[in-house]
């Protein structure tokens, strides 16, 4: 469910960068239909902004939460709140991320997709109280002075 400062998280392995763009993207040909990440895990397309969804694919499968999560949106608030909840290491190895943030996750069921090879991780509650952020022609960048 759509819910602000939350940051929920999926891990899986697929077979090239192009296969995760086509498993979470969107087909806005007539109307917004589900991507198959979001029938797989039985969540709303509605419930979810794009510009709050990340997805990346690694040449190399890992098992660390750190790697996997490096170069996300707030990283060290991410990384840090993640590995707070369920440690750095991870018991399996993977290569693709989904990250959606404003979003808790609460659907446990399915926690894992066969089909996709895709598991929810967890969620976890950050802070943008210190992260002043501000949009200019498209282009987001962290502002340098308090904006209040």
């Given amino acids: 469910m759509k819910k602000e400062m939350y940051v929920s998280l ?7 960068e192009e296969d995760l763009e086509n498993y979470v993207g969107f087909d806005y040909s007539d109307d917004v239909t589900a991507s198959e990440f979001s029938k797989d895990f039985d969540v709303n397309p509605d419930e979810i902004d794009e510009d709050f969804f990340e997805s ?5 499968s890992s098992g660390i939460i750190s ?16 590995e707070r909840k369920i440690g750095d290491k991870l018991p ?3 290569n693709s991320v989904i990250l959606v943030y ?8 399915p926690a894992y997709s066969p089909k996709s090879h895709f598991e929810f991780i967890d969620y976890v509650k950050i802070s943008y109280q210190d992260l002043k952020i501000y949009c200019i022609s498209s282009i987001t960048v962290q502002c340098p002075y308090p904006l209040d």
């Fill in 92 to 94: 399996s190895a993977y």
């Fill in 102 to 109: 404003d979003y808790q996750y609460t659907r446990k069921i």
């Fill in 10 to 16: 999926w891990l899986g392995n697929r077979k090239s």
């Fill in 56 to 60: 990346a694919y690694l040449p190399e």
């Fill in 67 to 82: 790697i996997l999560l490096m170069g996300c949106s707030y990283e060290k608030e991410v990384i840090g709140e993640f």
